[in-house]
T-cell receptor, first 116, second 113 residues
Framework: EPEVTQTPSHQVTQMGQEVILRCVPI?????FYWYRQILGQKVEFLVS????????KSEIFDDQFSVERPDGSNFTLKIRSTKLEDSAMYFC??????????????FGNGTRLTVT | GQSLEQPSEVTAVEGAIVQINCTYQ??????LSWYQQHDGGAPTFLSY????GLEETGRFSSFLSRSDSYGYLLLQELQMKDSASYFC??????????????FGGGTRLMVKP
């Protein structure tokens, strides 16, 4: 069964550094998302991406964050200058269409980001 | 904005039936989903209710009452592998008719032998 893949599985970085989290969504999916989950807390929406542009973003997704689809397969999340509070598990997800009854989100296994 | 309430923790024994409730408040509503997440793993889609009533998928069923802003996930014949966190999520109306899901805080289910 096709799956969403994320790399790396764990990233440790120092405060103020830039990080890029990488994702390969399922190939025939059209909508891509980033969510994050601080340890022990709920999954929070960051951004959705369709047709090479951001279609929705949350208040968390400020100017320090950006997303890109540099080629036909990868989907990246960049954090420009990391803060301690950015430490979380970051999940990439994709769906065939906008979230609807027959188009659930398919999540990757996540990248655990630790900012020291 | 949107908010979802679900119990933080539920414990049950193998073979039993457990119901995880979810109440929500949204500015619009396009359906209630349920996701399962094992420790250290990714959320995995379980079910979706767009209309009132019961949806059944094997041992799992999900119910929705839009008039009560309430839904539940029913797990039958519990197995040890069902120990996980379960999240309800709403796709709610927003200015772009939303791609985003808002998740509840999750219910940690512990199945004991």
């Amino acid at each position: 069964e096709p799956e969403v893949t994320q790399t790396p599985s764990h990233q440790v970085t120092q405060m103020g550094q830039e990080v890029i989290l990488r994702c390969v969504p399922i190939s025939n999916h059209l909508y891509f998302y980033w969510y994050r989950q601080i340890l022990g807390q709920k999954v929070e929406f960051l951004v959705s991406f369709y047709n090479n542009e951001i279609s929705e973003k949350s208040e968390i997704f400020d100017d320090q964050f950006s997303v890109e689809r540099p080629d036909g397969s990868n989907f990246t999340l960049k954090i420009r200058s990391t803060k301690l509070e950015d430490s979380a598990m970051y999940f990439c997800a994709s769906s065939e269409r906008r979230v609807a009854w027959n188009s659930p989100l398919h999540f990757g296994n996540g990248t655990r980001l630790t900012v020291t | 904005g949107q908010s979802l309430e679900q119990p933080s923790e539920v414990t049950a024994v193998e073979g039993a039936i457990v119901q995880i409730n979810c109440t929500y408040q949204t500015s619009g509503f396009y359906g209630l989903s349920w996701y399962q997440q094992h420790d250290g793993g990714a959320p995995t889609f379980l079910s979706y209710n767009g209309l009132d009533g019961l949806e059944e998928t094997g041992r799992f069923s999900s119910f929705l009452s839009r008039s009560d802003s309430y839904g539940y996930l029913l797990l039958q014949e519990l197995q040890m592998k069902d120990s996980a966190s379960y999240f309800c999520a709403v796709r709610a109306l927003n200015r772009n008719a939303g791609n985003m899901l808002t998740f509840g805080g999750g219910t940690r289910l512990m199945v004991k032998p």
